[in-house]
């Protein structure tokens, strides 16, 4: 069975900075990967997705992932954070054709002015 | 127009009640989930229903029963309530099996 580990549970950065939100899968077949952002007390939004194709990814508000196979990593990263950004993070999988989506334990990216 | 819907969006109810939480979604989508969020952020699937047809059924106790009346609409009605279902309860859909969900904004359950 797949799952999905989100190395760091907080990340707190200071505005402006760079960040990156590491996330590792384990699944021995072909899988779809993505990013959702919760900002607090609302729902989850997709981010960003790789389903296939170019390994460097592009979503909203700035961010990129790149899916990395040999090493099952699917890291997020933005080169400049605001405030705003301020949210829990998740990383998901699924397996190809599955409807299954199966989700990390979260970060939670801080932003400091 | 809010894409998917849950009401109530908060529920406050004592151990032993019965109680339901309703989902639409006007995207025309296909399937529709409910996860379960705990207090520490995790989400975990609990059902996924495809054009009314059940086809996720994680191992979630029998006092849990969704049901779908049609493709628009997944209802969660929970039996015997215990503290331990105390959690954030999110309906999503989706079109294609592609993992791409649309969440709503879920709907805060507290068991006292």
Redesign the interface.
């Known amino acids: 069975a797949q799952s999905v580990t989100q190395l760091d549970s907080q990340v707190p950065v200071f505005e402006e900075a760079p960040v990156e939100l590491r996330c590792n899968y384990s699944s021995s077949v072909s899988v ?1 990967l ?1 990013w ?1 952002v ?1 900002y607090p ?6 981010l960003l ?1 790789y ?1 296939s194709g170019s390994t460097l990814v592009k979503g909203i508000n700035g961010f990129e992932a790149e899916f990395n196979k040999s090493q099952t990593s699917f890291h997020l990263r933005k080169p400049s954070v605001h405030i705003s950004d301020t949210a ?1 993070y ?1 990383c ?3 397996v190809g ?7 990390g ?2 970060t ?1 990216l801080t932003v400091n002015p | 127009d809010t894409a998917v819907s849950q009401t109530p969006k908060y529920l406050v109810t004592q151990m032993g009640n019965d109680k339901s939480i309703k989902c639409e979604q006007n995207l025309g989508h296909d399937t529709m989930y409910w996860y379960k969020q705990d207090s520490k952020k995790f989400l975990k699937i609990m059902f996924s229903y495809n054009n009314k047809e059940l086809i996720i059924n994680e191992t979630v106790p029998n006092r849990f029963s969704p049901k779908s009346p049609d493709k628009a609409h997944l209802n969660l009605h929970i039996n015997s309530l215990e503290l331990g279902d105390s959690a954030v309860y999110f309906c999503a859909s989706s079109q294609y099996i592609t993992g791409e969900l649309f969440f709503g904004e879920g709907s805060r359950l507290t068991v006292l």
């Open positions: 779809y993505f959702y919760q007390n609302q729902g989850l939004q997709l997705k389903l829990e998740f998901a999988v699924s054709g599955s409807e299954k989506l199966v989700f334990k979260g939670k």
